[in-house]
């Protein structure tokens, strides 16, 4: 598969998920801008079928790169991101739980869903939009892994699939300030992430970004239980140059410290 028609499946995938996508999507085309994709963020489990380590040959496969590595100690998280030898092609974050790092009951858990995970998962690229492998779990189950971890509770449910697509504001041709960029989701009635502020990180680091509230839709637990639960987002990003002229290509941890909360219960 092409990177392209990779892209493709998965913006298709992800839009089940995250209409508001597709209409921020629309009303930015509708003023006459040309979306481009910054990145594309995935979430997964450490020790499992997929857990990074099986999915980066797939990544490899297309031409990507290992470009950084972050760790996030109070969320429990290893990430790593990857670039393409053609900057046309989005990048790629994924974030990994270690879950050894989580309390006994949540490692019951996540163990549990680990064990339905087929051993050849990562056989092809479609593992990265087919969401979860495994029974549902209980909304007791859920509820026990959100107190310890937002992200391990939202895993649970949505699996490995694109956590976010990003816009990037580089290649707008009117919108190219955030503070604008927020004043037109707001005026348009998207909510905005406010965790450590609207616009994350200051030009001198390089990157700012910020990120609407995800989605909500109606999940199906066990025993048929069903329930309204954060689904996911959309990013805008904005990158800028060193002090030797090259565009900043990495990402910042506090800024996607921050990010992760896009799809916290508690905002």
């Known amino acids: 598969m092409k990177a392209n028609e990779f892209f493709e499946a998965l913006w298709q995938n992800y839009v089940t998920t995250t209409p508001q996508a597709k209409k921020i999507k629309s009303l930015f085309e509708s003023l006459n801008e040309t979306i481009v994709n910054d990145h594309v963020a995935f979430r997964t489990l450490s020790n499992s079928p997929i857990e990074i380590k099986y999915l980066q040959p797939l990544l490899e496969s297309m031409g990507y790169e290992e470009q950084g590595q972050y760790v996030f100690e109070q969320k429990k998280l290893l990430a790593k991101s990857y670039s393409h030898s053609d900057k046309n092609i989005p990048k790629i974050f994924i974030s990994e739980l270690q879950r050894h790092l989580m309390p006994k009951n949540s490692q019951d858990v996540l163990s549990d869903i680990v064990s339905q995970i087929p051993e050849d998962a990562t056989k092809g690229l479609?593992?990265?939009?087919?969401?979860?492998?495994?029974?549902?779990?209980?909304?007791?189950?859920?509820?026990?892994?959100?107190?310890?971890?937002?992200?391990?509770?939202?895993?649970?449910?949505?699996?490995?699939?694109?956590?976010?697509?990003?816009?990037?504001?580089?290649?707008?041709?009117?919108?190219?300030?955030?503070?604008?960029?927020?004043?037109?989701?707001?005026?348009?009635?998207?909510?905005?992430?406010?965790?450590?502020?609207?616009?994350?990180?200051?030009?001198?680091?390089?990157?700012?970004?910020?990120?609407?509230?995800?989605?909500?839709?109606?999940?199906?637990?066990?025993?048929?239980?069903?329930?309204?639960?954060?689904?996911?987002?959309?990013?805008?990003?904005?990158?800028?140059?060193?002090?030797?002229?090259?565009?900043?290509?990495?990402?910042?941890?506090?800024?996607?410290?921050?990010?992760?909360?896009?799809?916290?219960?508690?905002?």
């Open 126 to 267: 479609d593992v990265f939009y087919q969401g979860t492998f495994w029974q549902p779990v209980s909304w007791e189950a859920y509820q026990s892994l959100v107190t310890e971890s937002e992200y391990a509770g939202w895993f649970s449910y949505m699996g490995l699939r694109a956590n976010h697509f990003t816009v990037s504001l580089n290649h707008l041709k009117h919108y190219t300030d955030m503070n604008a960029v927020i004043d037109l989701l707001i005026e348009n009635g998207f909510d905005i992430n406010p965790v450590g502020g609207v616009i994350k990180g200051k030009p001198e680091d390089l990157l700012t970004q910020s990120s609407t509230m995800a989605d909500q839709m109606s999940v199906t637990f066990a025993s048929k239980d069903k329930r309204i639960v954060p689904t996911c987002f959309y990013e805008f990003a904005q990158r800028y140059k060193d002090s030797k002229g090259h565009l900043f290509e990495g990402f910042i941890t506090n800024n996607a410290d921050k990010i992760f909360e896009s799809t916290d219960t508690a905002n």
